[in-house]
């Protein structure tokens, strides 16, 4: 039984989607005026390992994320640079998908743009003026938060109690706030104001407000109600809460079944600000680490618990990802070196089955529990001991090869469902060494070659002919020389191997 925390309860209930088997998701997606940072990625690679364990579990799913194209600080930029709007959404919207590919991140099934999706917005407006959940005033459209009795239930805020804190609402000196009938209402559509974007409406030519865009796309995607509303936590107010509001106000039922938020990220302890100098953009940070190392820093904290992102954390991830795929190398490594005169590693082979399958269904029972990755990776880990334990200095015999075979693909597996591949052989080339290693053949040996793998091997003879032959310089040399570049070569019973340190 799947369990999620739903922001809206504020405890973990059971999950039952509208539709058996199936599954309708949407999550936030970024307004496209720069790179998005490293705070963003946090929530778009955490509802990505969500949606990958539904997918894993047996779902369809169907992930919906939009993309904000138009906005003030769209705006804003492109008059700084000169360009206009579209230009500057074009160029951030590409750069964020870049970004997401280059972090292992699943593109979504429905990617809408809000500036393509504007008919759809004035409809629903209109539903809610209709309705008597929405007024005009001077050109703008204000939702009337106290139509909506159960406003402030998501956030948990008392509406009597609360003070106009939306974004966009807050005065601009042209008399904003005296069009209002409500200090809490909050814009709907926006009057077009000189330069900027804008498209004909029956309240005259403007632009949507922030909030309306989701629960238009949302509703005409996935229909209404569907089952998890995603984003980060920072969105709960006033974002969601809006979203929640306008929707239900204009249909009258449930907006999203499940609302469930990332928790907020900070950097070597503190609020990630441009002011405290230390506002890391996620295309910065993968141009120095892997993705599979950050994807595995955010793993090993709970996904709605608060994350502290330092680069000293960054090198443990990785360095903890590294023994996950020194185990898989290992197991590469017995099963090739297999032997039919070693003695059985493995005595009693259908226990050792059960073993993984007990394994597996641990790691179901830590995700089903709120997609407890940090609690699932520990029996991933414990499962890397094991195996470490077992095949340290010692030589599998041949009937422990489709064991062997099953432990690896057990890895490989679980780690998959986490979007991180440890299987060895992800590499468009089927390399699974670094071109620093093709560098290095080509200084100590003179290797002409292109491909990594072969120079690993290249390096792997020369060291043991040099070593035959007490040419010590050209054996310390590969062994001084890979070490340098990460790798320690380890002498064992069957011949030479290289881990990762």
Not at 269 to 287: A, Y
Not at 444 to 473: H, I, P, Q, S, Y
Not at 490 to 497: A, N, S, V
Request: hydrophobic share 40%; glycine share 8%; aromatic share 8%.
């Amino acid at each position: 039984m799947i369990k999620v925390y739903n922001t809206k309860e504020r405890a973990k209930v059971k999950f039952e989607s509208k539709e058996l088997g199936r599954i309708g998701m949407y999550v936030c997606g970024p307004t496209v005026y720069n790179r998005i940072h490293i705070g963003n990625a946090r929530t778009f690679i955490s509802f990505d390992m969500i949606r990958r364990y539904f997918m894993w579990r047996g779902f369809e799913v169907t992930f919906v994320q939009n993309v904000t194209d138009v906005d003030d600080k769209i705006i804003a930029r492109a008059a700084e640079e000169g360009r206009t709007a579209a230009e500057v959404a074009a160029e951030y919207t590409e750069a964020f998908i870049n970004d997401m590919h280059a972090a292992g991140v699943l593109d979504p099934d429905i990617r809408p743009k809000a500036t393509e999706e504007i008919p759809e917005m004035i409809k629903l407006i209109q539903e809610l003026i209709d309705g008597g959940h929405a007024y005009v005033a001077d050109g703008d459209v204000y939702f009337s938060v106290r139509s909506y009795p159960a406003y402030g239930e998501l956030s948990g805020r008392n509406i009597d109690d609360m003070e106009a804190g939306h974004r966009e609402l807050r005065s601009d000196g042209q008399g904003l706030e005296d069009r209002k009938q409500d200090p809490l209402d909050f814009a709907l559509w926006k009057a077009a104001k000189p330069g900027e974007p804008s498209w004909t409406s029956p309240w005259g030519e403007g632009r949507p407000g922030w909030h309306i865009e989701c629960s238009a796309m949302s509703r005409k995607y996935l229909g209404l109600p569907f089952d998890i509303h995603g984003g980060g936590a920072d969105l709960v107010f006033p974002h969601h809460e809006n979203e929640r509001a306008q929707s239900e106000a204009a249909c009258g039922c449930t907006f999203a079944n499940y609302w469930l938020h990332s928790g907020m990220l900070q950097i070597n302890s503190e609020k990630m600000s441009k002011s405290l100098g230390n506002f890391m953009l996620l295309h910065d940070v993968l141009e120095k680490c892997r993705p599979e190392a950050l994807r595995m820093l955010m793993l090993q904290t709970h996904y709605r618990s608060p994350l502290d992102f330092s680069d000293a954390r960054l090198a443990e991830a990785d360095a903890a990802l590294t023994r996950i795929e020194n185990a898989v190398r290992t197991i590469d490594w017995a099963i090739e070196n297999a032997s039919a005169e070693a003695p059985q590693l493995i005595e009693d082979g259908l226990a050792f089955i059960r073993h993984l399958k007990a394994i597996r269904v641990e790691f179901v029972v830590a995700m089903d529990d709120d997609f407890n990755a940090p609690a699932a990776l520990g029996e991933v880990f414990s499962f890397v001991n094991e195996m470490n334990a077992l095949l340290t200095n010692e030589t599998a015999n041949k009937e422990d090869v489709k064991l062997l075979e099953a432990a690896k693909e057990l890895l490989v597996e679980l780690m998959g469902v986490f979007g991180i591949d440890v299987s060895g052989a992800n590499s468009e080339k089927g390399e699974t060494y670094p071109a620093e290693v093709v560098t290095l053949a080509a200084e100590v040996l003179g290797f002409e070659g292109t491909n990594a793998n072969e120079a690993m091997d290249a390096l792997l003879t020369a060291r043991t002919e040099a070593r035959a032959a007490k040419n010590w310089a050209v054996a310390d040399a590969v062994r001084n020389g890979l070490a340098q570049i990460g790798f320690a070569i380890e002498d064992t019973p069957q011949g030479q191997r290289v881990v990762k340190k």
